[in-house]
């Protein structure tokens, strides 16, 4: 194994830069690597964390992605009650949006289900948010769009109950 080695706490800033770029050129697991060395040389860093859960969540597509368990995990240590919400919306948001993308048997359901919990999250966050900052109204209006454009999205049908039960 090799030992990694540290960022210095001048070197933040840059490394930062970096992130938001290779998020732009599509290489989140860069992205996410200089993310967790940036929070190991300044653990409280938002910026970080928060990019990290961004680089995270574009891998959902991606065969052998994180899981939204391990992604949600990250959302406690936000700051902010906004952005705790804001942030779980668009790991739901995203978690729709990769299931769609696989179209696996049930996926319909799930991405309904996901897109709802979204859209929840982004009312909380929309509540808490400062005036003028519409970001998280944005975000809902995409999932209703993403649902009404979809009628193929619907949550899973109730099932009858058995004599069984």
């Known amino acids: 194994m090799f030992e990694l080695k540290k960022l210095s706490r001048a070197g933040i800033d840059g490394a930062l830069e970096k992130v938001e770029r290779y998020r732009l050129l599509n290489e989140p697991r860069e992205a996410e690597s200089i993310c967790r060395d940036v929070l190991e040389a300044d653990p409280d860093n938002q910026h970080a964390r928060v990019s990290l859960?961004?680089?995270l969540t574009d891998r959902f597509r991606a065969e052998g992605g994180p899981s939204p368990a391990d992604v949600l995990a990250l959302i406690?240590?936000?700051e902010t009650d906004y952005a705790r919400?804001?942030?779980t919306g668009i790991v739901h948001e995203r978690v729709a949006k990769a299931r769609?993308?696989?179209g696996n048997p049930g996926s319909g359901s799930i991405a309904y289900g996901a897109l709802r919990s979204a859209m929840e999250c982004y009312d909380r966050a929309h509540e808490l948010s400062e005036h003028g900052d519409d970001s998280a109204l944005l975000r809902w209006n995409t999932c209703a769009r993403l649902?009404?454009?979809t009628p193929s999205l619907a949550p899973a049908p109730e099932t009858?109950?058995?004599l069984l039960e």
Do not use: D, F, G, H
Request: hydrophobic content about 45%.
């Open 100 to 102: 769609l993308a696989r």
């Open 76 to 78: 406690p240590k936000l």
């Open 160 to 162: 009858e109950p058995t």
């Open 85 to 87: 919400a804001y942030y």
């Open 53 to 55: 859960i961004l680089s």
């Open 147 to 149: 649902l009404n454009a």
